[in-house]
């Protein structure tokens, strides 16, 4: 089973650009590495989030967006069984919803391929 939005094409993509996972101290930092994680403005004590950089790899952030758009377009004309992303697409547009699906399957991808793991479904109660 592969995890929503991450085909054949991606999957080989990340392994091919990111030869060694474990260079990264964490999930979020191979999401910044792509430039799916908002810019930061932050002084004096207030975080402020922009959008997204354009900094880091053009080719897998454009990859995990339009899988996570396909992903998002799926669920809109068939419902899913992942109620964050429901709630998600209720708050959100749909391109603000791609980028964060984008941004958490970058960081599925990192936690699998450092752990040697193959993905499992969640199961929902």
């Given at each position: 089973m592969e995890i929503?939005?991450?085909?054949p094409l991606l999957a080989s993509a990340f392994v091919a650009t990111v030869a060694?996972?474990?260079?990264?101290?964490?999930?979020?930092?191979?999401?910044?590495?792509?430039?799916?994680?908002?810019?930061?403005n932050s002084s004096g004590g207030k975080e402020k989030l922009g959008s997204?950089?354009?900094?880091?790899?053009?080719y897998l952030r454009q990859l995990l967006v339009v899988g996570a758009m396909a992903?998002?377009?799926y669920a809109e004309r068939n419902g899913t069984r992942r109620p964050w992303l429901v709630q998600l697409m209720a708050r959100?547009?749909?391109?603000?919803?791609?980028?964060?699906?984008?941004?958490?399957?970058?960081?599925?991808?990192w936690a699998l391929m450092t752990g040697g793991e193959?993905?499992?479904?969640?199961?929902?109660?």
């Open positions: 929503p939005g991450v085909g060694d996972p474990h260079a990264f101290k964490s999930g979020r930092c191979l999401s910044a590495w792509i430039g799916l994680v908002p810019k930061q997204i950089s354009k900094a880091g790899n053009r992903v998002i377009r959100r547009t749909t391109k603000v919803a791609a980028v964060a699906l984008a941004n958490k399957t970058a960081r599925m991808v193959r993905y499992r479904e969640p199961v929902t109660a």
